[in-house]
């Protein structure tokens, strides 16, 4: 049942005929885990608590650094030096006397992370590498549990949600880790202060939605956004038996300071000035028609059906607009066994002329 203060707490949910009184019960029962309490985490953590779900676990080993204030708006400056889970379950504690926090002050591995999560029912990534994100998936393909995922990007931003109803999984979108080289320096990307908000706050969105059964959930979608032009597509992609049939841990390394495999456009240039270059713009058809730098338009979402007009031997340049979608690229014509294949560092908003 709910008290009279919290009848009063939630009355702007109790009002949507969609969530009402039952829904709002289903929200105070439900037990979900946050790994994570940084960009992501942090309104993950504010609109789970604001909206009453009853139990939340969080998942961080790290102390608040003065670096973090910029998009960790959670904390502040006196949380400094405090563990990420103390400083986050009191301030949202503060936010709502009326749920339950559990502190996790450890980064989960491939020891402690199962009996974790089979303790909650959906799980929210807040992670900001491969080898947690692949583990984190497979520990809830394992335990059967939703995974809320959402990551970040400079100025772009992807949601979705797995292992949802025996939908497809992380590793069905992002079959395998990136090769070495095939995504930038993890400790050099940069990101506006904004964005992790807007994906956070989007990630919380889902938990709500899949807890109260109410509105179509990002199962099997996933949802790019492009603050710069606040532009937002959405990618569709099934499930892949065997990556749901996954019953054991595995091997989860990822070497953050692989070198770059990206391509300057001063680089570019002198490149296509030498030698023929396979150009392949992978955004979307009205992006290219807007504006480009040449090459063949194939869409990410159909470049794993079109690569077979591409030739494996000769070089290939990808490009986006920022340059993420142009990584993925990357990775998919590798694991087809393209030899010689980059991105265009950056992307090619930059060159886009100011009228």
Do not use: W
């Not at 009848?7 to 037990?31: D, N, T």
């Not at 309104?43 to 608040?64: E, F, H, M, N, R």
């Amino acid at each position: 049942m709910l008290s009279q203060e919290e009848q009063y707490r939630y009355s702007r949910q109790l009002i949507l005929p969609e969530i009402g009184v039952e829904g709002q019960l289903k929200l105070k029962a439900a037990k979900v885990l946050v790994i994570g309490a940084g960009g992501l985490g942090c309104p993950v953590l504010q609109y789970l608590a604001a909206a009453g779900v009853g139990t939340i676990g969080i998942v961080d080993g790290d102390a608040v650094e003065e670096s973090n204030l910029q998009r960790q708006v959670l904390y502040t400056t006196a949380d400094i030096g405090t563990n990420k889970t103390l400083a986050a379950k009191t301030k949202i504690q503060a936010l709502n006397p009326f749920i339950a926090v559990t502190e996790h002050p450890f980064h989960v591995d491939k020891e402690n992370i199962l009996p974790l999560v089979e303790a909650y029912d959906i799980v929210v990534d807040g992670t900001d590498n491969f080898a947690t994100r692949y583990l984190v998936n497979d520990a809830c393909v394992i335990c059967n549990k939703p995974l809320v995922f959402g990551s970040i990007f400079k100025f772009e931003g992807q949601v979705a949600v797995f292992n949802y109803l025996d939908g497809p999984t992380y590793r069905c979108v992002f079959p395998e880790p990136p090769l070495e080289g095939n995504m930038p320096n993890c400790a050099t990307i940069g990101v506006v202060a904004s964005l992790p908000g807007i994906v956070g706050t989007l990630q919380a969105n889902e938990v709500i939605k899949i807890i109260t059964g109410i509105g179509e959930v990002l199962s099997g979608r996933l949802l790019l956004i492009d603050v710069m032009t606040m532009q937002m597509q959405t990618f569709t992609f099934n499930a892949v038996a065997k990556n749901r049939s996954i019953q054991q841990l595995g091997n989860y390394e990822y070497d953050c300071a692989a070198p770059d495999t990206t391509i300057s456009y001063e680089a570019l240039l002198q490149m296509m000035h030498e030698t023929e270059v396979q150009l392949i713009d992978v955004r979307e058809p009205e992006e290219h028609t807007r504006f480009h730098i040449g090459g063949v338009n194939i869409p990410l979402a159909q470049l794993d059906a079109q690569y077979g007009q591409l030739n494996p031997s000769a070089p290939v340049v990808l490009y986006c607009a920022l340059g993420i979608r142009s990584q993925k690229a990357v990775s998919i014509l590798v694991n087809r066994g393209f030899a010689n294949v980059v991105s265009l560092q950056g992307g090619i908003n930059r060159l886009i002329p100011v009228v």
